[in-house]
């Protein structure tokens, strides 16, 4: 069984600027980047192969943009993942979910 490689809760999922959850998860596992309510609903999953990730250009906040199955979702980030370490990180939980996106594409490309 593959271990998580990133895994973000308290997670506001915004389509098309209106709010999926105010409370979401951000998932990476196995290849694939699930988006969850709070109660664990699925809002979407693909392969991580499939969904572009960035940084939104003009946006205030730990946010970054992921598009799913052609959905462009806005997701802002808490300070905090459970995936990251309990001290405090130079580096906010967009920019490690985006290095998870990056380093997942990485393990599944050299199939």
Do not use: C
Not at 61 to 78: E, I, W
Request: no cysteine; aromatic share 4%; proline share 4%.
């Amino acid at each position: 069984m593959a271990e998580t490689e990133f895994d973000a809760r308290g997670v506001r999922i915004e389509k098309n600027l209106r709010s999926v959850t105010r409370a979401g998860q951000v998932l990476i596992k196995d290849g694939r980047l699930e988006l969850l309510t709070s109660n664990g609903r699925e809002i979407d999953s693909a392969p991580v192969q499939s969904v572009r990730a960035g940084r939104p250009w003009f946006t205030d906040g730990d946010q970054a943009r992921a598009t799913v199955n052609g959905t462009r979702y806005r997701l802002t980030l808490a300070e905090q993942d459970a995936a990251a370490p309990a001290a405090p990180s130079e580096r906010g939980a967009a920019s490690r979910f985006l290095d998870a996106i990056r380093s997942a594409r990485g393990r599944t490309g050299k199939d």
